[in-house]
Nanobody, 118 residues
């Protein structure tokens, strides 16, 4: 059983920045996939950023709606991944979920609300 604990959400003005953190209870080297999804009211959950394949040289993919404004990073020693979001827009408002695929099972964090509003 993998526990994922997110932090860092909140209210931010348009054009601002925010960094989300997700701490895993297992080594992130054991995760085949790990990253961030989001879900806005009335919309389907969408991938924001995620790395594929465990290991140092994993491939990271970004959702089209956040490319160029978002940076995914990881701290292997802390079993933590991060999502740095810049130039935030009102349409980035959503609940952001940490996700991991570990030994064939999907795990989700509890979600953290990000609201972009003036």
């Amino acid at each position: 059983q993998v526990q994922l604990v997110e932090s860092g959400g909140g209210l931010v003005q348009p054009g601002g920045s925010l960094r989300l953190s997700c701490a895993a209870s297992e080594s992130i080297f054991t995760m085949y996939r790990m990253g961030w999804y989001r879900q806005a009211p009335g919309k389907e959950r969408e991938m924001v950023a995620e790395f594929f394949e465990g290991g140092v040289a994993g491939l990271t993919e970004y959702g089209d709606s956040v490319k160029g404004r978002t940076t995914f990073s990881r701290n292997n020693d802390k079993n933590t991944v991060y999502l740095q979001m810049d130039t935030l827009k009102p349409e980035d408002t959503a609940v952001y979920y940490c996700h991991a695929l570990h030994r064939g099972r999907d795990y989700w964090g509890q979600g953290t609300q990000v609201t972009v509003s003036s």
